[in-house]
């Protein structure tokens, strides 16, 4: 049973850094309906900027998460702004393939750049261990899941109770009426890339602090995770990939506890296929029957 | 007359809200049939419910194409077409990227008899039914007056063309009912008036038994020679044109309260 | 008359294509390296071709082609290590085949229905298991991959082969199939109503487009020689995605023109490394801003439109003339 919590507990703090990252997809498809291949890649970027700037600067953690999180959010609107925003109207197919294309160049430039090799990220924070009941919990542990948590709380209250919450909403459910309403939708799609972006950034810190090393090609697998983790929640709804980041956060956890690591990766797809064929558009999913 | 097509207390409940409510109603052989009632009515849910489009909560669905019944309550709506129960849509679905011809093609996919390896192959089997179908198909779609636009785009035809497409593509598939909804929404009066007699033709030259839903009750009261009315997911009334137009709970639903409260 | 006709300029053209290289690699214009570089284009022409039939055609967003590769691969890995003959590699491809069928119905009868993006990543996910499954399996001898795989196969096999699967794609195409799953791409609820039963031929064309992945696996194991789980990753099936997207989705043409200006493009970059990958994700970058609908769009080289073009221009010069 101990040993159960004790996985329980390490499968929430990685399902935290996926729940963030899934937010931001989740965002992003529910308002213009493309999968941003880029977004893992945006994390990468936030761990690098904290990479960057504890080391030079030597700031704390929150003046790093803070700043890594203004400085992803400024990417992605500039992302937004650059590569998806001229194909508005074109195939969906298209944008996914630009999105892809931007998750190479970030990737690659960023090779280009600092070198593909991984480096450790500066410990700021003192690890030291708390023994509860029994389950043994890092610091850095409670350090992600509050943090994480309070993000969340954050983005709820943006999205259910703001103006630009009610605009995002509103966009994402009918852009054409939303802009009859005087609703600019581009400012809310900036706005929700912003957002997304952000939360993916300070999950770039979170988990430089959680392994201790980055390098230029580390967004790519939590970011597919993190998509797996929005679709299983249910693509376009917000608590749906909190959910769904816990869920696979917890599964490859547990797997990895049983000893069978070699297969935490088919076991996560296969949970993924099998909530699809029982409920097709995830668990908080609202299905969409075509009227006749 | 035998019935062709049966429905035993049909419901239709989605959530908490009853939309049809025990309608029974039997249809004829070769008849013209149609289906009126104010909007909301839940025309459109119970014409679903006997396509397979979206099957019944409760009741029966009954089909005797010939001579045996055969309950299609939950029979799919791909199914139920190959059995001889063909619709056309309140809001045009053609396939917007094919020609007229191509269109009309579709609706033959299962009457093909070549094999995959005739299709690879290219074997003379294959291009003898191409040319067959090819054939089929030039000859039937001069029976719609439609053999002048067979290689335009369907997206590029005039709406009451688009109408004509749609039901020339669902008699290919060689049915033994066919449902019209709405087949005359949106047409000035003159397109209505050649639907009108497409329709005829339907019944009197396919041998077809048909089924519309309609607003225009001209069309309905000249056509139409049993009619069912909807209200509330309720059947209020059928029988024929002049029945109806006698019939006050009809009057009242079409009216309403101010009907209701002159008549006070 | 007229079919037979634009069957032989095909005939004629694949025949043409095939002794030019011949010629060429005799006179030693084609070397090694650029001889590896064509038969690359020839196995990503398989695999987009039929990844095409399977998003263009069929309108299934499939991301997991390379699965499938990879099955084809491992099977000609494993039968020709203990039968190294021409003929154990022509058995094996027909037993990858056979195998990749096998995937190929048990994952697309149930995520089949699901749509767009769902399925996407419905068969990403079978084709990430399908390779967690060889990187632990003993007879694919795990993440180490297989190596020293007897050369079975040149330049000849692949051009061949190339030619065979994009035939028959291309038939299946313009066929009753290729409407029936262009009407189900349209509008699957009208295709439906017609008495079209989507599963059927959404299975059918998810199943002839795994199968030719499957014999591109074959020829990929026996050209390259040494194949690891890792070649058949999600990165691998994106790729194979761009070809298609980049071609002009539902264009086999654009496919065809697509893999071969990628396959150029990525040799004449090789030696530029993180560059390489850099410069390549701007090109593809702009190509979607500027041709969104993918270099060649729709369009289709056909013989029989250039054919009726001219004998209508010949027809109007001369109104009496002869249709043959």
Redesign the interface.
């Known amino acids: 049973m101990d040993v159960f919590l004790q996985q329980l507990v390490n499968g929430l703090s990685l399902g935290s850094i996926y729940a963030l990252l899934a937010l931001g997809y989740t965002m992003v498809y529910g308002i213009i309906k493309l999968i941003n291949f880029a977004h893992g890649d945006i994390y990468m970027i936030g761990a690098f900027w904290g990479y960057y700037i504890i080391n030079t600067y030597h700031v704390d953690f929150f003046v790093a998460l803070v700043s890594a999180m203004v400085v992803t959010a400024i990417l992605g609107m500039v992302i937004e702004f650059l590569a998806y925003r001229p194909l508005r109207k074109a195939p969906r197919i298209t944008a996914l393939i630009t999105a892809i294309g931007v998750s190479y160049f970030l990737e690659n430039g960023m090779s280009l750049l600092f070198g593909a090799n991984t480096r450790d990220f500066p410990q700021i924070i003192t690890h030291k261990t708390l023994t509860f009941m029994g389950i043994e919990i890092s610091n850095i542990q409670v350090l992600i899941l509050c943090t994480s948590i309070f993000l969340m709380i954050v983005l709820q209250i943006i999205v259910k109770k703001t103006k630009m919450g009610i605009a995002m909403r509103a966009v994402a459910i009918d852009p054409d009426a939303a802009e009859l309403m005087g609703i600019n939708s581009n400012h809310v799609i900036s706005f929700t890339f912003g957002l997304g972006s952000a939360l993916a950034g300070a999950a770039g810190v979170l988990i430089g602090l959680y392994y201790n090393s980055i390098d230029p090609m580390m967004g790519m697998v939590p970011g597919i995770k993190a998509f797996v983790a929005a679709v299983v929640g249910g693509i376009g709804s917000i608590p749906g990939a909190a959910i769904g980041g816990f869920v696979i956060g917890t599964l490859e956890t547990l797997i990895q506890a049983v000893g069978l690591s070699a297969y935490k990766d088919a076991a996560v797809y296969i949970v993924l296929i099998l909530i699809l064929i029982v409920l097709p558009t995830g668990l908080l999913g609202k299905s969409a029957k075509e009227k006749v | 007359m035998t019935k062709i097509l049966i429905a035993q207390d049909v419901s239709k409940v989605f959530g908490g809200l009853t939309a049809v409510e025990k309608v029974n109603i039997s249809i004829e052989k070769g008849q013209i049939a149609a289906l009126i009632g104010p909007n909301g009515a839940g025309k459109t849910t119970f014409f679903n419910a006997l396509t397979g489009v979206a099957p019944a909560t409760t009741g029966k669905v009954l089909f005797n194409p010939n001579g045996t019944e055969i309950d299609i309550t939950k029979t799919g709506p791909g199914k139920i077409a190959k059995m001889g129960i063909v619709r056309t849509f309140q809001n045009i679905r053609l396939f917007d990227q094919m020609t007229v011809s191509e269109n009309i093609k579709i609706a033959l996919t299962k009457n093909y008899r070549e094999s995959f390896l005739d299709t690879i192959l290219r074997t003379p089997k294959f291009m003898k039914e191409e040319e067959r179908v090819e054939d089929w198909t030039n000859d039937f779609l001069k029976k719609f007056d439609l053999y002048d636009v067979k290689d335009v785009q369907a997206t590029n035809l005039a709406y009451g063309m688009q109408r004509r497409v749609e039901i020339a593509r669902a008699v290919a598939t060689e049915p033994k009912v066919i449902f019209l909804d709405e087949p005359a929404a949106g047409m000035n009066p003159e397109e209505t008036n050649e639907l009108s007699k497409l329709i005829k033709r339907l019944q009197t030259e396919f041998g077809l038994t048909v089924v519309l839903i309609e607003h225009d009750m001209s069309l309905v009261m000249n056509l139409a020679e049993k009619i069912y009315v909807l209200n509330h997911g309720k059947l209020i009334a059928e029988g024929s044109a002049a029945d109806i137009q006698a019939d006050d709970a009809v009057i009242e639903a079409y009216l309403g309260g101010e009907h209701h409260v002159k008549s006070r | 008359m007229k ?1 037979l006709k634009i ?1 032989g300029v095909w005939l004629v053209l694949m025949i043409a294509g095939f002794y030019l290289i011949n010629f060429l690699v005799g006179a030693g214009v084609i070397d090694s390296f650029i001889e590896n570089m064509i038969v690359t284009i020839g196995i990503n022409i398989i695999l987009a071709v039929g990844l095409n039939l399977i ?1 263009g055609y069929a309108g299934q ?1 499939s991301l997991g082609h390379a699965g499938f590769m990879a099955i084809g691969a491992y099977t000609t890995a494993i039968i020709v290590a203990k039968l190294p003959t021409t003929i154990g590699f022509y058995v094996s491809i027909f037993a990858g085949i056979a195998i990749a069928v096998l995937f190929a119905l048990i994952i697309g009868i ?2 089949l ?3 767009g ?2 399925l ?3 068969t ?3 084709a ?2 399908i390779r ?2 060889i ?2 399996l003993k007879i694919t001898n795990g993440a180490a991959g297989m190596f020293n795989i007897p050369n079975l196969a040149s330049w000849p096999t692949v051009y061949i082969l190339v030619c065979v699967t994009t ?2 794609i291309v ?2 195409s313009r ?3 290729g ?2 799953l ?2 189900i791409r ?2 699957e ?10 599963l059927k031929w959404k299975l059918a064309a998810f199943v002839l487009g795994t199968a030719t992945a499957s014999v591109a696996g074959s020829l990929h194991a026996v050209y390259i020689q040494t194949i690891t789980p890792g070649d058949f990753g ?1 990165m691998s099936s ?1 790729s194979l ?2 070809i298609v ?2 071609g002009g ?1 539902g264009s086999y043409t654009g496919t065809v023109v697509a893999a071969v200006i990628l396959g150029v493009l990525d040799t004449a970059l090789q030696s530029l490394g ?2 390489r ?2 410069i ?3 090109i ?2 702009l190509i ?2 500027f041709k ?3 270099l060649l769009g729709h369009y289709e080289l056909s013989f029989t439109k250039i054919w009726d073009k001219i004998s209508s221009r010949s027809n109007k010069i001369n109104p009496k003339g002869e249709q043959s």
């Open positions: 079919n069957r998003i967003f149930p995520t229905r699901l749509r993006d769902y996407a990543i419905a990403m996910g079978a990430e298991i967690v499954i990187n632990n035939i028959i038939n299946f066929s009753r199939a409407r029936a262009q009407a349209d509008d609820i009208a295709a439906e109503s017609v008495g079209i039963t989507p999600i994106v995605l761009i997207v980049m989705v993180a560059l990958m850099l390549y994700a701007v593809l970058i979607m801003m969104p609908s993918g």
